[in-house]
């Protein structure tokens, strides 16, 4: 390596590949898109795992639904707003609760 001119090329050759090294690291596909990504894939996780909690939430009212006729017919008689002989019920109006106002 006594060559100037091949001391030169090897130095621009290394320069140039650390320089597009540079820019493809801190590029679109470089390591903030990575991180971005693993932030993303963290999100949709948890976002699955509140999904899968209300999907159990939901199966088990649903086997207490089918198994307890007297949830049924409670659950019925609120949805339907029916009531038996004899009862009465009340519906509140709380338009006014100022914990109901957006």
Not at 3 to 30: D, R, S, W
Not at 32 to 55: C, G
């Amino acid at each position: 390596m006594r060559n100037p001119a091949l001391k030169t090329a090897y130095a621009i050759v290394i320069l140039g590949c650390v320089a597009y090294a540079f820019v493809e690291l801190e590029g679109p596909n470089g390591i903030p898109a990575l991180l971005a990504k693993r932030h993303q894939v963290a999100e949709y996780q948890q976002k699955n795992q509140e999904i899968l909690r209300e999907n159990v939430q939901k199966e088990q009212r649903i086997e207490r639904l089918e198994n307890n006729p007297i949830e049924q017919e409670m659950e019925i008689r609120q949805r339907l707003k029916l009531a038996k002989p004899g009862e009465k019920i009340y519906i509140l109006d709380d338009t006014n609760n100022p914990a109901n106002k957006k």
